[in-house]
Antibody, heavy 121, light 110 residues
Framework: EVQVVESGGALVQPGGSLRLTCEAF????????MTWVRQAPGKGLEWVSV???????YYADSVKDRFTISRDTYKDTMYLQMNSLRADDTAVYYC???????????????WGQGTPVTVSS | QSVLTQPPSLSAAPGQKVTISCSGS????????VSWYHQLPGTAPKLLIY???KRPSGIPDRFSGSKSGTSATLGITGLHTGDEADYYC???????????FGGGTKLTVL
């Protein structure tokens, strides 16, 4: 069964760092585009970052130079390293898969349950 | 302010049809495929439509998607209370080199 599972969310102080993890089950993570999307409390969906099959990465302007997406091919795991965290980074963070059958990286067929990140002093 | 514009809310009666619009520009909707999602409270989003008008396995044909120029539309027929959710459009934006989401539409079935 295809599944993605996020972990690592926590309460962190402004300026702090956190690393989120997304584990893939039932498929090979490195053969798919993998994406992080977040949702602030009571708000809509906000795309954060994507890592392509070839390893290329893109980021939303709001997190560029602060967040880094990466993956471990052998562990079928993706990461989101978040530095210089701010209050407006508070959100539930989802990882999601963009499958090979889709024509766009905006197509996300499997989502995790989300992991909450709270940035507050 | 979202790059893609959706109506904040819509309502319709059970059994009726509703369309949700998503307006963008030449750098996003016009030149890339559009996806649609719905999200029930407290749950992860679920893919309804991809590549403008394709349905993933398990999504009923009550849901349809279309695109024309810089706009896309999600159609839902035979509404029932289980369709009450937030609906989002999404696509790639060539100028931003990013995926962009619409602000979301809250659908009420009453």
């Amino acid at each position: 069964e295809v599944q993605v599972v996020e972990s690592g969310g926590a309460l962190v102080q402004p300026g702090g760092s956190l690393r989120l993890t997304c584990e893939a089950f039932g498929f090979t993570l490195s053969r798919n585009y993998m994406t992080w999307v977040r949702q602030a409390p009571g708000k809509g969906l906000e795309w954060v970052s994507v890592i392509f099959v070839g390893g290329g990465t893109y980021y939303a302007d709001s997190v560029k130079d602060r967040f880094t997406i990466s993956r471990d091919t052998y562990k079928d795991t993706m990461y989101l390293q978040m530095n210089s965290l701010r209050a407006d980074d508070t959100a539930v963070y989802y990882c999601a898969r963009s499958p090979q059958y889709c024509g766009s990286v905006s197509c996300l067929d499997y989502w995790g349950q989300g992991t909450p990140v709270t940035v507050s002093s | 302010q979202s790059v893609l514009t959706q109506p904040p809310s819509l309502s319709a009666a059970p059994g009726q049809k509703v369309t949700i619009s998503c307006s963008g520009s030449s750098s996003n909707i016009e030149s890339n495929y559009v996806s649609w999602y719905h999200q029930l409270p407290g749950t992860a989003p679920k893919l309804l439509i991809y590549d403008n008008n394709k349905r993933p396995s398990g999504i009923p044909d009550r849901f349809s998607g279309s695109k024309s120029g810089t706009s896309a539309t999600l159609g839902i027929t035979g509404l029932h209370t289980g369709d009450e959710a937030d609906y989002y459009c999404a696509t790639w934006d060539d100028s931003l080199s990013a995926v962009v989401f619409g602000g979301g539409t809250k659908l009420t079935v009453l």
